[in-house]
């Protein structure tokens, strides 16, 4: 079997790709098995890995999101993540390795949004009480296995709250921040979509799901325009 590289630090400088005969074996809040197949084995730069095989689309058999402590021996590969007072641990153990390579990526083209998206999470990012509430920014592109949450924020409580921004919010925004709080392991963490407008039909689906909805204007955000004052009569 190839020489597997020395241990690797949380975050690895480029993508690593395995193709290997394996099992693998989860212990946490449950214990699953893997039994011993061919499996790709992708580990990000961003500290995530994920256990594939040629069924499932593209969703993974097994993951671990960043970030985790992966440590390497001979014929295996352990990773770990504290989940609360438990540890969650992955183990791989190899039977036959395939192929092992690594490629430098370049930047996330997740990052690149278009002009108007861009420039609102710049200005959120910078001002996120403009979302109506006590915000605190803590990073901007949160990482997640499946993609990166645009602004995570603590409100007045300390409690946590991921920020997705959109152009237009619509049913498919609020899909994919519902599906970014499925993958954020964070207790109590809410969902806020901004966006310069909400479809009626997305604000019924966020609604539903208690995802919060807050139509923001570039130009007021930037200071270039006056908010428009709503007068209520008696």
């Not at 409580?157 to 991921?162: E, L, N, Q, R």
Request: a negative charge; one cysteine or more; glycine letters at 6%.
């Amino acid at each position: 079997m190839p020489a597997m590289s020395e241990a690797a630090s949380t975050v690895r400088p480029a993508m690593r790709l395995v193709v290997a005969r394996c099992e693998v074996v989860y212990t946490g809040r449950l214990t699953a098995t893997l039994p011993e197949a061919t499996r790709l084995l992708v580990f990000k730069a961003d500290g995530s890995v994920l256990v594939h095989d040629d069924a499932g689309a593209y969703k993974p058999l097994n993951w671990m999101t960043a970030p985790c402590v992966i440590e390497e021996s001979e014929d295996s590969i352990v990773v770990r993540k504290r989940a609360g007072k438990t540890e969650d641990r992955l183990e791989i153990r190899f039977a036959e390795i395939l192929s092992d390579v690594t490629h430098d990526m370049g930047e996330s083209a997740a990052l690149q949004k278009d002009g108007v998206e861009r420039h609102l999470q710049e200005e959120l990012a910078a001002q996120p009480n403009a979302l109506g509430q006590d915000l605190q920014l803590v990073r901007r592109e949160w990482p997640t296995d499946i993609g990166p949450v645009d602004l995570m924020c603590r409100d007045e409580s300390g409690d946590w709250v991921a920020v997705e921004i959109k152009r237009v919010g619509t049913i498919d925004a609020v899909e994919q921040l519902t599906r970014y709080l499925e993958r954020i392991e964070i207790k109590g963490c809410r969902g806020v979509l901004a966006a310069q407008s909400i479809k009626p039909q997305a604000r019924t689906l966020a609604e539903a799901r208690g995802i919060h909805c807050v139509e923001v204007d570039l130009a007021v955000l930037r200071g270039e325009r006056e908010p428009e004052l709503t007068l209520f009569a008696d």
